[in-house]
């Protein structure tokens, strides 16, 4: 907010976004026969009319353990 209290509404988008990013992440690196992620990095980014949309990429390197 504007007195540089916390904003939930906006965390609750960061945490989804985060939380979307990571499963879809976990989901390919299955799909490519790996059973663990290391070196997650999650960014996030706006984008669109007036940065109206929020995004999140999550990286890391896909292994077998």
């Known amino acids: ?30 799909s490519m026969g790996a059973n663990a992620v290391v070196g997650v990095h999650v960014d996030y980014f706006t984008a669109g009319a007036d940065n109206g949309m929020l995004a999140a990429i999550a990286t890391g390197t896909a292994v077998v353990l």
Do not use: K, L
Request: glycine fraction near 6%; charged fraction near 20%.
């Open 1 to 30: 907010n504007m007195f540089g209290g916390r904003a939930s509404s906006y965390e609750n988008e960061i945490a989804n976004a985060s939380r979307t990013a990571v499963n879809e992440m976990c989901t390919r690196a299955q």
